[in-house]
């Protein structure tokens, strides 16, 4: 079946301006994540959603970072006023349960650029 | 919080010899232990991953050992060939997400 898909797969965007990440996680899949993968890094936790809501996000490095997932499918990541050291590739993974013991899925990721 | 460490953080093998990849970590509660692989420019990719009731899992090639009391858990790939070359990630659960260590890239040369 399908796997996780995000769009867009690159965004390069200017200091100061707002995005949208988007990820459509694996049909069914009741868990998603958000990770941030930095070059030459480990994938680094942002968010956590069981079903329509936050369950952990003690990832987010500040406010600008908020993200959300109305019908517990699709979710969106969104940045404000961009920074430079924004710059990294946003991973997003779904699991089938929700619970960190459950393999978890990645997408192919959003390589984000910020000028 | 959870902190894993990885190492080495660069392997270079023959192909046809073995690879093994190391990791520690903190919590003592954690319970999962999942290997990824990732080639450039794609996905990470689940290839094997233990949980804490067992001391090893073998998948052909790749096995799996962890040692709970010491905290610490190994990769190893046998008879490698080049089309694993890759960054390997390994990760431990820490109550409701993954910890990553900081990767291995594993070069395996003809």
């Known amino acids: 079946g399908a796997g996780v898909s995000q769009t867009p797969s690159n965004k390069v965007t200017e200091k100061g301006k707002y995005v949208e990440l988007r990820c459509d996680p694996i049909s069914g899949h009741t868990a998603l994540y958000w990770y941030r993968q930095s070059l030459g890094q480990g994938p680094e936790f942002l968010i956590y959603?069981?079903?329509?809501?936050?369950?952990?996000d003690s990832g987010l490095p500040n406010d600008r970072f908020f993200a959300v997932r109305p019908e517990g499918s699709v979710s969106t990541l969104k940045i404000q006023r961009t920074e430079r050291g924004d710059s990294a590739v946003y991973l997003c993974?779904?699991?089938?349960?929700?619970?960190?013991?459950?393999?978890?899925?990645f997408g192919p990721g959003t390589r984000l650029t910020v000028l | 919080g959870e902190n894993v460490e990885q190492h080495p953080s660069t392997l270079s093998v023959q192909e046809g010899d073995s690879a093994v990849i190391k990791c520690t970590y903190s919590d003592s509660a954690s319970n999962y232990f999942p290997w990824y692989k990732q080639e450039l420019g794609k996905r990470p990719q689940l290839i094997i991953d233990?949980?804490?009731?067992?001391g090893e899992k073998k998948d052909q090639r790749i096995a799996v050992t962890l040692n709970k009391t010491a905290k610490h858990f190994s990769l190893h790939i046998t008879e490698t060939q080049p089309e694993d070359s890759a960054v390997y990630f390994c990760a431990v659960d820490n109550t409701d997400k993954l910890i990553f260590g900081t990767g291995t890239r594993l070069q395996v040369f003809p």
């Open positions: 959603f069981q079903g329509t809501g936050a369950a952990d």
């Open positions: 233990i949980r804490s009731n067992v």
């Open positions: 993974a779904s699991s089938l349960l929700s619970r960190a013991t459950d393999t978890q899925y």
